[in-house]
């Protein structure tokens, strides 16, 4: 079964400077986030992950992506929201770097935050009506689709990351035409990852132009009896990432086998179409659990 994660990585700054990045960090010319990034590939590389992300060290899924793209001061929209220039490239083809000198067999995923939690998470204060306003939307994901054509040479697969859609916030129609401007003609597999409960969503979701929905399991059980119906690949999220708790081998291992249990139901589903990982991201945890979580789930994922 292959490993991999949703996205985050807990952000460890380096401790002690050389005299060469002391001086860059006086000049402000010193990236303490490349130290983080390289953290992020070597961690998730030694637990055994074998698709990889860079981490995304960078700032919380919101900014990352809004301070890098025209119409944002910080999480306000203050005029029309338009690409500017390749958001995570440069990340990801710096971990890319890292993990082939390490494990060239190793695969990186390019993860995008996506239009609709995007809209949702800013202060409409110009030119769109509301964070419902089908036109900011869409504005996000044309200028999303720009990145993805940035990255998309560089990556496995794509991620988006859409969280918003099981809080029934939003319109799923308008959801599902944001992720058409995205995905549409690009020859690349797509993944969707939204966390929380999908149990009642999820014949939606099953609509939606992408190959691969990422939920989670470990937290949510309620959502293992869409695996009876799931027609897509599926992210299976094993570990809770909400709590501090390092899941043993063998409680990862029962998660995975009630998960297989129900998919044995499932006409349309075979074992090359389950990837492990985390339930969510890993940001807020600390180092050492995160890096623990993601070993024990690669053991589990082993030995089943
Ligand atoms: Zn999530």
């Avoid at 490993?3 to 010193?30: A, H, M, N, R």
């Avoid at 992020?40 to 919101?62: C, H, L, T, Y």
């Amino acid at each position: 079964m292959i490993t991999t994660v949703v996205g985050s990585y807990p952000v460890v700054f380096k401790e002690k400077l050389s005299f060469k990045e002391k001086i860059l960090d006086i000049f402000g010319l010193y990236d303490k986030y490349k130290y983080a990034i390289e953290i992020a590939v070597k961690d998730q590389i030694s637990a055994g992950i074998n698709i990889i992300s860079d981490g995304q060290v960078r700032g919380d899924m919101i900014n990352i992506f809004t301070k890098n793209m025209y119409g944002f001061d910080e999480n306000r929209v203050i005029s029309k929201v338009e690409f500017m220039k390749p958001i995570t490239l440069k990340d990801i083809l710096y971990a890319k770097n890292i993990a082939k000198k390490i494990n060239p067999n190793v695969e990186i995923k390019g993860i995008i935050t996506g239009p609709c939690t995007l809209a949702s998470s800013v202060r409409v204060e110009s030119f769109y009506t509301d964070n419902k306003d089908e036109n900011l939307i869409f504005d996000i994901a044309k200028a999303l689709r720009k990145e993805v054509e940035a990255i998309k040479n560089y990556v496995s697969y794509i991620q988006i990351d859409e969280p918003i859609l099981s809080t029934g916030f939003i319109d799923f129609d308008i959801a599902r035409k944001a992720i058409d401007i995205i995905t549409k003609d690009i020859n690349k597999e797509f993944a969707m990852h939204v966390c929380g409960n999908v149990y009642n969503i999820a014949e939606e979701l099953y609509k939606f132009n992408v190959d691969i929905l990422y939920h989670e399991f470990a937290s949510n059980k309620k959502n293992l009896e869409i695996l009876e119906t799931i027609p897509k690949k599926i992210g299976f999220g094993c570990v809770n990432t909400k709590s501090r708790k390092v899941e043993s081998v063998d409680e990862i291992k029962e998660v995975i086998n009630s998960g297989l249990e129900i998919l044995k139901n499932n006409p349309n589903f075979n074992k090359s179409k389950l990837y492990i990982d985390p339930d969510c991201g890993m940001r807020l945890l600390s180092r050492d659990i995160a890096y623990n979580k993601l070993k024990n789930m690669v053991l589990a994922a082993k030995s089943i």
